[in-house]
């Protein structure tokens, strides 16, 4: 399996821009999930799928960011407009569903190191 | 969502074992435990996963004492590329995972 694959890898651009980032799940995983990563604040969740539904957005920190996931195969997480403060690196993980009581194993993509200038 | 307090950083060299313990004081029942490990530009990686007792895989062996306020994640004999963050996470069902600052081990020669 290919793993879980996000594009762009980088990307730079000006404040005011918008952005988005791609990402391709595991082949049959349930669950999709966005973080953000950066020094000040480590590694956050902004949003979570369950078969494409969105279960929790009480991550996302403001109305400029919105996610889709329009197919188990694929989702985008947009920004509009960008910000510097919004310089990050945007990570991807899909997970089969949850057995046994317990969350399956996280997969993550490389993720995407986003520049707003 | 239980909160998780581990070391900021540790230090070690190469072929010593190494011991990270995580604090979790409010875990509840139906909680597990999962420690990840990330290298530099890189997604985090799945590492380990316990609720009770003791865990062994290929890599590292996860020891949880019978109360589960703590849990130890040890590395056997670690080399250079073992250099990395290595986060602890306590959560079960669908609650949200949340990754904390992690252990920032730095492996020398």
């Known amino acids: 399996d290919a793993g879980v694959i996000q594009s762009p890898r980088h990307e730079v651009t000006e404040m005011g821009q918008e952005v988005t980032l791609r990402c391709k799940p595991i082949s049959g995983h349930d669950y999709l999930f966005w973080y953000r990563q950066t020094m000040m604040r480590g590694l956050e969740l902004l949003i979570y799928f369950n078969n494409n539904v969105p279960i929790d957005d009480s991550g996302m920190p403001e109305d400029r960011f919105s996610a889709k996931m329009p197919n188990a195969s694929f989702s985008t997480l947009k920004i509009q407009p960008s910000e510097p403060r919004d310089s990050a690196v945007y990570f991807c993980a899909s997970s089969p569903s949850s057995f046994l009581g317990t969350f399956g194993e996280l997969f993550f993509g490389e993720g995407s190191r986003l520049t707003v200038l | 969502l239980a909160k998780t307090t581990q070391p900021i950083s540790m230090d070690s060299y190469e072929g010593q074992e190494v011991n990270i313990t995580c604090s979790h004081n409010?875990?509840?029942?139906?909680?597990?435990i999962t420690w990840y490990q990330q290298f530099p530009s890189q997604g985090p990686r799945f590492i380990i996963q316990?609720?009770?007792t003791k865990v062994t895989n290929e890599v590292a062996s996860l020891f949880i004492p019978a109360d589960r306020k703590s849990s130890t994640l040890s590395l056997p004999r670690v080399s250079l590329s073992d250099t990395a963050v290595y986060y602890c996470?306590?959560?079960?069902?669908?609650?949200?995972?949340?990754f904390g600052t992690g252990t920032r081990l730095l492996v020398s020669p």
């Open positions: 409010n875990i509840a029942t139906n909680d597990y």
């Open positions: 316990g609720y009770k």
């Open positions: 996470l306590v959560g079960g069902g669908f609650q949200k995972l949340v």
